[in-house]
């Protein structure tokens, strides 16, 4: 795909991301006494992982989320193709105008059509959150928490971070998720 970025995820870190609790080497303290700035805690990961200007500049993704669902996206248009199963729906994430195929026929009723439309953008919601979580940490909505050191599997120390959101913020608000930042 010439001129195309194509990001394929590592089932390593999806497994980790499903987990909830997973590891990013990212961040140093400078004292394991004080207390993090947790937006200076993300916006490390953020750096370590190629920094927001390398994450805006990323145009295409394409990703299978748990052998179950495929998604080609263009961040800078938010048109995206989601298939599984027998079902491809080609949307536009903002505004939810699309077209849906069952088994390779078009869905021409508009409340069925509407009906995969919105089931896709909220497979999208999901599937984007975890396999693009890092860069989702300082998304709008999201509040973050510096819950102090941890040690992981292997003895390492690492930053946790609590995530929870604002109301109006994704398609699950009221969830809370605890983020391991290996030092």
């Known amino acids: 795909m010439s001129g195309r970025m194509r990001f394929c995820g590592e089932a390593s870190l999806l497994a980790l991301a499903l987990s909830v609790n ?8 400078t004292s394991a006494a004080h207390e993090a700035d ?10 370590r992982l ?5 994450w805006a500049a990323t145009r295409h ?8 669902r495929e998604h080609w996206w263009d961040r800078h248009t938010g048109d995206a193709r989601i ?6 729906v080609l949307f536009n994430v903002h505004t939810l105008a699309g077209r849906a195929f069952e088994d390779g026929t078009e869905v021409l009723a508009p409340t069925r059509r509407r009906e995969l439309v919105e089931r896709a ?8 959150y975890w396999m693009f979580m890092p860069y989702k940490l300082l998304d709008p909505g999201v509040r ?6 941890a040690a ?6 690492a930053r946790e971070l609590e995530l929870t959101f604002e109301d109006a913020a994704g398609l699950t608000p009221e969830n809370r998720y605890v983020v391991r930042v290996g030092a």
């Open 22 to 29: 997973f590891v990013l080497g990212a961040c140093r303290t």
């Open 83 to 88: 298939e599984t199963d027998g079902l491809v």
């Open 152 to 157: 992981l599997a292997d003895g390492r120390a």
């Open 50 to 54: 190629g920094g927001r200007e390398a």
């Open 144 to 149: 973050l928490r510096d819950l102090g050191f």
């Open 38 to 47: 947790p937006v200076r805690v993300a916006e490390a990961v953020l750096e």
């Open 61 to 68: 993704v394409h990703f299978r989320f748990f052998g179950r």
């Open 121 to 128: 953008w909220a497979w999208w919601v999901n599937d984007t």
